[in-house]
């Protein structure tokens, strides 16, 4: 699994025109499945977005949680996170998992992020067109894999 967290002054998205998910300050993370994936890379990956310090202390440090400061969560399923553009142009997501591993491993992540941060994660529509609008703050962006571990 690939995940892509950003730092959040505020995020949403919208499907259809509708807004169906909305956060305050707090962490967007872009999910990507592929196969071979499994249930402990989702668990791994959890329990790290919740630790990841990348929210500034009291003296400006990049010390804190978004549990430590009371942020949001908002997860989006991304494929494209999946992409190889190592032949021509045109990326391959042949590496992306179908609906019968993604959906089940995306729903998990999510259920144990909202664990480990004891707080609820709001979600995008799975395998839907959709909007995803953020104000990044910092920036602070991080690309964790779950195969690389590091």
């Known amino acids: 699994m690939r995940i892509v967290i950003q ?5 949403s998205v919208t ?4 807004c169906i998910a909305s956060i305050g ?27 990841l310090r990348i929210f500034d202390d009291e003296e400006g440090v990049m010390n804190r949680s978004v549990v430590d400061v009371d942020g949001e969560l908002l997860a989006v399923s991304q494929f494209t996170l999946t992409a190889s553009t190592r032949k021509g ?27 480990a ?12 067109m959709m909007e995803v609008r953020l104000l990044n703050d910092g920036p602070v962006t991080i690309l964790i894999d779950s195969r690389l571990k590091e």
């Open 7 to 11: 730092r959040v002054s505020e995020a």
């Open 117 to 128: 941060a004891g707080r609820p994660v709001l979600q995008g529509r799975f395998g839907a």
């Open 15 to 18: 499907v259809g025109g509708e």
């Open 89 to 115: 142009n045109r990326p391959s997501y042949i590496r992306a998992a179908g609906h019968g591993l993604a959906v089940p491993l995306y729903e998990r992540y999510c259920a144990l992020l909202a664990e």
């Open 25 to 51: 300050q707090g962490l967007l993370v872009l999910v990507g499945v592929e196969n071979g994936d499994t249930e402990q890379d989702a668990a791994w990956l959890a329990a790290k977005t919740a630790a």
